[in-house]
């Protein structure tokens, strides 16, 4: 199956392809098995060309609509637990909530032999579709009941390497948790390459810029080798040649996750990809508003998608001296701990706190009227810092691309506050 087909089925709407299944229902329910004009009628509001799909999908002159709604489904757009929602209330033919046996395996036999004919692999025997239904029933229904709750059934599909590893590989699909499996795996092999070349001075480790860059080149996959020059222009923006252990991880975790939600290795995430990258990176799922915000933060060139470097570079933050793009860990971590709910923002009252913390050593042992005086002038700041960076109309809030701003406005005015901390009583 080639690339453009599968870029063109992962670009349909979970919702359109559902509007299809009504059509269906309404106007050819219970006949399953679909002429090429039925499939036509059915399916062209979604398909550019629907003899493509119905050719895969043939078999006597007919296509069966359900092996194309469920292939469909898996490669469409959307997150995964969605899909696999929609297409269990759809097997659940009787709308008990449940699903018997014979359910799940029209539900298994439709969704393998959808797909292996969309894919163009060996299409199984019946008899072997019938035991892999009835080992998969027996896995599920761990309480017993003759029936399978939804639960249940999503229990397994999250925990089944088998199914994730075949959905991974053929469809391009992924659950969270296969996805933060494979950021951990890769974060873990970068960490291993590191510790290959490195060398202890005084009581850090580091790696030449030449030894890290040889290594990653024989444990990064050729597409992408490719951007290492770019990856080294931001670890070395001192022209050290020399990388401390703590920058390689901390340009080395959105590498990752990037490289683990990257399925197909074409370079590029859509916007729902984009959900898995962020819910990488901040271990929390992230609310819909943000996801879309953020697409549009990141995605500089209006492409619709978001490549490896754009992804890197929205992360990073101009040195406020050199003006030079580098990694600033410190203030994205900064940031995130004081975003509390993960919406993407922090508020005045955030930014306070923030700049509480940043005081918090050299408050210790000070007066009780001078912490009421220092607390006023730190308030002040923060206010000052937040009317003079919220340019973006985010009503007193600022998003990651204004806070990047922050260490070139606000070095010089902490600063000075930290002086007069030092100098009290």
Not at 31 to 47: G, Q, T, Y
Not at 204 to 220: F, G, Q
Not at 350 to 356: A, I, M, N, P
Not at 384 to 396: A, H, K, Q, S, V
């Amino acid at each position: 199956m080639n690339k453009q087909m599968v870029k063109f089925l992962r670009s349909i709407t979970l919702s359109s392809i559902f509007e299809c299944y009504e059509y269906y229902m309404k106007t050819y329910s219970p006949n399953n098995e679909l002429s090429r004009d039925e499939f036509d009628d059915v399916f062209s509001p979604i398909l550019n060309d629907t003899e493509k799909i119905f050719d895969m999908l043939v078999k006597d002159e007919k296509a069966d609509f359900f092996e194309a709604l469920s292939s469909m489904t898996m490669f469409s757009k959307g997150e995964f637990n969605t899909k696999i929602g929609s297409l269990y209330q759809i097997y659940d033919a009787d709308g008990s909530g449940e699903i018997d046996r014979d359910e799940l395996k029209v539900f298994l036999s439709s969704g393998i032999l959808g797909l292996c004919k969309i894919l163009g692999l060996p299409i199984p025997y019946e008899t072997e579709i019938q035991n892999f239904a009835y080992n998969c029933f027996k896995q599920m229904d761990e309480d017993g009941s003759g029936d399978i709750e939804y639960e249940e059934f999503e229990h397994w599909i999250r925990n089944s390497d088998e199914i994730q590893d075949f959905l991974l590989r053929y469809t391009g699909q992924q659950t969270m948790d296969r996805a933060k499996k494979r950021y951990d795996g890769l974060l873990k092999k970068y960490k291993e390459a590191f510790e290959e070349v490195c060398i202890e001075f005084m009581g850090e480790n580091y790696a030449t810029v030449i030894s890290l860059n040889k290594i990653l080149k024989e444990v990064l996959p050729d597409h992408e080798s490719k951007h290492l020059d770019d990856l080294f222009v931001l670890l070395d923006s001192e022209s050290k040649g020399a990388v401390s252990e703590e920058d390689f991880d901390a340009i080395m975790k959105p590498w990752a996750s990037f490289s683990a939600t990257d399925i197909n290795g074409d370079g590029e995430l859509d916007v729902t990809e984009l959900k898995c990258l962020i819910w990488l990176m901040v271990d929390e799922e992230p609310p819909e508003y943000r996801v879309q915000r953020d697409m549009k933060a990141i995605d500089a060139d209006g492409s619709g998608y978001v490549d490896r470097m754009e992804w890197i570079e929205y992360l990073a933050s101009p040195d406020p001296e050199t003006g030079k793009t580098t990694f600033n860990f410190k203030l994205k971590r900064a940031f995130d701990t004081h975003d509390k709910d993960k919406d993407g923002f922090i508020d005045v009252n955030d930014l306070f706190l923030l700049l509480k913390d940043t005081l918090c050593e050299i408050t210790k042992g000070k007066s009780g009227s001078t912490k009421r005086v220092i607390e006023k002038l730190t308030k002040a700041l923060a206010v000052d810092i937040m009317n003079t960076l919220d340019t973006r109309e985010n009503n007193g809030k600022l998003d990651w691309p204004a806070f990047k701003k922050y260490m070139w406005y606000a070095k010089e005015k902490e600063k000075q506050l930290k002086e007069f901390v030092e100098q009290q009583q």
